[in-house]
């Protein structure tokens, strides 16, 4: 625990013996229920701590600007999308008590995980929602509703952009960790991001704390409201993501093809 503390302190989170107890009961229940289903492949305390939760801490590193990453985040209202085991959310609410966040998973058996968590670690202004983002991003009560916006995903960014950007509200910000070396990423993902009201993306590399392998912070800055039409129907953002040049092409296209902006 004390690495984990000493991570932590050197980006502003000094915890105390609540969340390192927090931490600690965390990951039991990984250890524990990883055995029963497919939570997450990490299976020592050791990865746990450097995969999960050091990593997950990485998105409170500076990102420029006159306020400390961890006090921009007081009081700020987060989704994690695709959250899983709770990467990076739960790990940022035991850093950030403060924070108001809710998490969103698919897979009923990881959002059963997840409430027991929030109800083991007794978080407060934490939501657990089994669902699909494609469906939550058009509800009222979510879309453009979220100061900061979190997926820890191996989707490539041109289809993460329509999974989360429409959640953010104006003037919020999608926080995406990628593994170093995410250039082409964002290259490919620029027109999906612009058509969904984001500013062009801010990408800073981030090697510390901890010994992992070095990440990729991408940020999209909300600046206008997303159109109506997107998120698109379950699946189709991975099917067929958002391509500038084929919607262009589409512009005199019958409906039916241009709902969906297949990508050839």
Known sequence: MDFLRAAAHK????????????????????????????LTGL???????????????????????NVPTPE?????????????????????????????????????????FLTEVVNALELSNTKVINGRAEELAQQNDHREQYDVVFARAVARLNELAELTI?????????????SHGSEEEVEEAAAAAEILGAAPAITIPVNKPGNSPPDDMVYWMKISSTPDK??????????SPINLDKIKALDHAPASLEQNYIKY
């Open 72 to 112: 921009w985040f007081t009081d700020k209202r987060a989704i994690d999308i695709g959250t899983g085991a709770g990467i990076p959310g739960i790990v940022l609410k035991i850093a950030l008590p403060e924070l108001h966040i809710t998490l969103v998973d698919s897979n009923q058996k990881k959002t059963n």
């Open 230 to 239: 997107f998120p698109r129907s379950n699946g189709i953002p991975h099917q």
């Open 43 to 65: 299976k020592t305390w050791e990865k746990i701590r450097n995969e999960l939760f050091i990593r997950s801490l990485r998105v409170l590193s500076p990102a420029g600007g």
């Open 11 to 38: 980006l502003g989170v000094d915890l105390d013996e609540n969340q390192q107890a927090q931490f600690e009961r965390y990951r039991e229940l990984i250890e524990l229920r990883s055995k029963q289903f497919n």
């Open 166 to 178: 429409p959640f953010a509200n104006i003037g919020g910000t999608v926080i995406l960790p990628k």
